[in-house]
């Protein structure tokens, strides 16, 4: 009893301690980051190679997404309405669920396994072949080198996909709701245009803008501190995933909290 | 890098760049063609939100653009009316709900017999009308029904149940189905009886000869100038009579002054008195004036 009530304190302990340490070193990382972006010069030519490989890329994948949860978020709408009730209401609720919250989010969660896995595997691929030291050994910054592009790739190309999931979603739940449930055409664009106002647009954006600061960083950060061994690589990637994910739910609920109110027109 | 991805990313961030910009557009501004303003004015508390709709006699021919507060009581309401409608200026304008959960649209409703060719110029204010009665207003009439129901019945239930008014109801009931029959039985008796004499009158009628009813006539016409004459020779005799009556009331002639003059009677009555006193003399003096001699 005594032996397992030391040991339940050494784990809390380490898990704190070990929470203390994360924090600090993502501190390090932050201040690594801020001090390479006077490289442009390291960091330019990767980035325009970064947002191709995230933006470009990932496009296929972002639009059948919010495509399909555009059209069942129409459908499933149009079904729960009770009688009375007016069928802009599928309008209004496609494109406030869409815009507001899934268009962002799920563009957010899908590039968390696409691209921060790959960020993840890539940078920690590099440490542990020792890339990253040749680098260092180079006089290059392997931060501005491997960090900043794919962080800045990120926050640009995250707000681009998700224009495109919002604007597919939204065009896929009319395509259901008009055709698929017979809601009048001018009942879903009277939905759609109603109390609607540009900062939608913009919370929209700036949640998909934090979501891609925070795919990279944390992706690129589990990578670049991985450990030797195919092992260490697997583990870091999947430590990517889930901190990456949960940190964007985690962003999602703080923008939520605070600027929700800001959206009532 | 590839030339090729630098235009991969230059097409993707420009086209996100224009859906961006049109999808603004189109939400916010009811689409790619800005319509035309018109202004109007509603007190608070109307639920107003920019985009929601403005209908023209029912039909949607704009949004509501923006709804400014004002300190005043005031809210100051931006219409965007599509180009292809005109507003009459008849039209008025109010706020009108549209669902169940507090939706509604700005009503355009003209005047009906009024000129609808004249109308609103871009930028006109539409004059507000009276405000139509919302849901809860709607809702609070209900409320105060169903509070007036709840005391009738109440009341009913006091009145008529526990007090025993159902019981005395059935009881009036029963007796006026009771008076109800009896009221048929005479009808029915009144009815036969009504048929017999009827019967009895018509056999009457048949049996009169009219001859006979004739030669009545008649006699009666004849009877009547009878009658007439003898009532002229009446009036006649009444006229005289008058006449008479007249002499007598102003004391002509003999019988009038016997009927006005009072002297007569007065000699009368002094006659009369001394007679009285003469015969109370004799009978207690008989001697005095009676004497009687036998030899």
Known sequence: ?265 | MKRRDEVSVGILITVAVVVLLVGVLWLARGGLSSGYPLFTRFAWGQNLKQGQPVLLAGVNIGYVDDVTLRPDGYLDVVMRINNEYRVPRTAKSTVRAVGFFGDVAVALTPRLGGDLTVAFAPGDTVPAGPPEPGVAEIMGHADSISLSLNKITQAMQVEMVDAGGLRDLRRTIASTSALATQLQQIAAEQNANLTQTLSAYRRVANSIDSTVIDSTVRNLRASSQSVSAAAEKFNTAAGQLDDIFAKLNSGQGTAGMLLTDTLLYRNLRNTAATLDSLLADIKKNPGRYISVHIF
């Open chain 1, 1 to 265: 009893m005594h032996r397992t009530g030391i040991r339940l304190f050494r784990r809390v302990t380490h898990a704190v301690v070990g929470t203390f340490q994360r924090v600090g070193a993502w501190s390090y990382f932050s201040r690594d980051i801020v001090r390479a972006l006077s490289e442009p010069a390291t960091y330019g030519p990767e980035t325009l190679r970064q947002m191709k490989n995230i933006g470009v890329d990932s496009l296929p994948l972002t639009v059948i997404v919010a495509g399909f949860i555009g059209s069942v978020i129409a459908l499933q709408t149009r079904y729960q309405l009770f009688p009375g009730v007016q069928l802009s209401l599928v309008g209004l609720a496609t494109r406030q669920m869409v815009i507001l919250e899934l268009g962002p989010l799920l563009t957010g969660l899908v590039l968390t396994g696409r691209v921060g896995a790959r960020m993840a595997a890539e940078i920690g691929t590099m440490r542990v072949t020792e890339q990253i030291d040749a680098l260092e050994t180079l006089a290059y910054d392997p931060v501005a080198f491997l960090v900043v592009p794919r962080l800045l790739a990120a926050i640009i190309m995250l707000p681009v996909l998700t224009v495109f999931a919002d604007a597919v979603g939204v065009a896929s739940g009319y395509a259901m709701g008009v055709y698929a449930t017979g809601i009048s055409p001018s009942d879903f664009r009277d939905g759609l245009k109603l109390g609607f106002g540009t900062f939608q647009v913009v919370y929209s954006l700036l949640k998909a803008t934090m979501f891609g600061g925070a795919i990279s960083f944390f992706s690129s950060f589990e990578g670049y501190i991985a450990e030797a061994g195919a092992e260490g690589v697997g583990r870091s990637t999947a430590s990517a995933v889930v901190i990456t994910s949960v940190a964007i739910l985690v962003l999602d609920a703080l923008t939520a909290v605070l600027l929700a109110p800001y959206l009532q027109s």
